[in-house]
């Protein structure tokens, strides 16, 4: 039993170790640099029915400190609410465009369809495609385009910092996060196979004007879902040049999610994080479950202080980093580790279900 407790320290000094490293390696915003030019950019915004923030995320927009920017709201089945906030802005701010969409196209998933329109209206050089739960604060854009051009990158997929208001979100949100800067160091990831890029997903991809023109990757990607991981691959195909990164609070994204829309997405998600592989899903859920009885049976106690201090010091580094309270990363600790095993459990039915209808329709 005393083998197995050092093996318990060692797999926490790991997962503890590997979180310091992601706290130190994964890029940031950083302000203070200026740009020698002010390129065009087109600001890309698919419009949901979110009408209670709808008249403050404009106002934010209004307010974007970049001089040379376009904004374009694309309206589909849009409520007469909505519509009436929007169309307001655009009225007194010329730089607001509005892109009317009645219809998806057939073998589109409709998401892409309306990507694709608004690329084709947009002007600028760097093209930022959004939704209408994100606000982006003054300065922001400076440093992302900055950070693109020293890169020399083609996408830039930016993970918000999320502003959570209920119980749900605290708990099933920072799952992801937590889970993917403390199993492995990003190193260890092929670029363009960056778990980041999955979890930033659709809510914020900024592109190099030219590359998406020529590739054109909401049409390459039509009939995808997961239209970010597609695009992130069919890039990874061409060669161009890619980067993932954690927004401080200059990007939010605003979470009001429901227990059971974080159950639903949540767990048809989950297992991209373990590599689609269930079994390490449940290797992972097992030890962080037994891990007591070895020291238990061997009665060091020593250790088990140990343990936990490595446990707080690893939660308490990561609400910095996924940019929550130290307070909430704490307190939600034990229910986002039963919400995890619930996750794995719903992904596996999820496979199941899934795996069924495609041998149903091949019949």
């Known amino acids: 039993m005393e083998a197995l407790t050092v093996v318990v320290v060692i797999l926490f000094a790991l997962r503890l170790i590997f979180t310091v490293i992601n706290y130190f390696i994964t890029p940031t915003f950083k302000f203070g640099k200026n740009l020698k030019d002010n390129p065009k950019i087109s ?27 376009e904004i374009i709201i694309a309206l589909y089945r849009t409520s007469a609410h909505s519509l009436s906030i929007i169309e307001e ?55 992302l385009i900055v950070y693109m051009k020293n890169k020399k990158l083609s996408l830039l997929s930016v993970f918000p910092h999320y502003e959570l208001h ?18 492995v160091p990003r190193w260890s990831f092929p670029k363009y196979k960056d778990p980041l890029f999955d979890i930033a997903g659709n809510n914020f991809l900024f592109f190099e004007g030219e590359a998406y023109r020529l590739f054109q990757p909401f049409e390459e990607v039509k009939n995808e ?5 597609a695009i992130v691959d069919y890039y990874n195909g061409e060669n161009l040049k890619m980067d993932a990164i954690v927004s ?28 689609n592989s269930f079994i390490a899903a449940f290797s992972y859920i097992t030890f962080n479950i037994l891990w007591i009885i070895p020291i238990y049976i061997s009665q060091m106690w020593g250790v088990l202080f140990l343990i936990v201090l490595m446990m707080v010091a690893n939660n308490i580094i990561l609400s910095r980093l996924i940019n929550v309270k130290i307070g909430d990363g704490l307190i939600y600790g034990l229910p986002q580790f039963i919400s ?3 996750l794995v459990w719903f992904s596996l039915l999820h496979k199941i279900k899934k795996s069924r209808a495609v041998k149903k329709d091949l019949k």
Request: with cysteine; glycine share 6%.
């Open 166 to 183: 209920t119980r749900a979100g605290k708990i099933v949100y920072p799952i992801f996060t937590k889970l993917y800067y403390m199993l």
């Open 43 to 69: 600001v890309l915004i698919r419009c949901d029915n979110e009408y209670h923030r709808l008249g403050y995320v404009m106002e934010l927009m209004h307010n974007l400190s970049y001089p040379n920017i």
């Open 340 to 342: 995890l095993i619930i």
């Open 248 to 275: 401080n609070r200059n990007v939010l994204l605003y979470g009001s999610l429901t227990w059971k829309r974080n159950l639903v997405d949540a767990s048809k998600n989950i297992m991209d994080i373990f590599g």
């Open 89 to 143: 802005h655009a009225k007194v701010d010329s730089r607001f465009r509005l892109l009317y969409i009645d219809t998806c196209r057939l073998g589109w998933h409709c998401s892409n369809w309306i990507n694709f329109q608004l690329g084709n209206k947009a002007k600028g050089n760097y093209l930022l495609f959004i939704d209408s739960d994100i606000d982006i604060l003054p300065g922001a854009i400076e440093v």
């Open 225 to 229: 879902s997961k239209s970010a991981k």
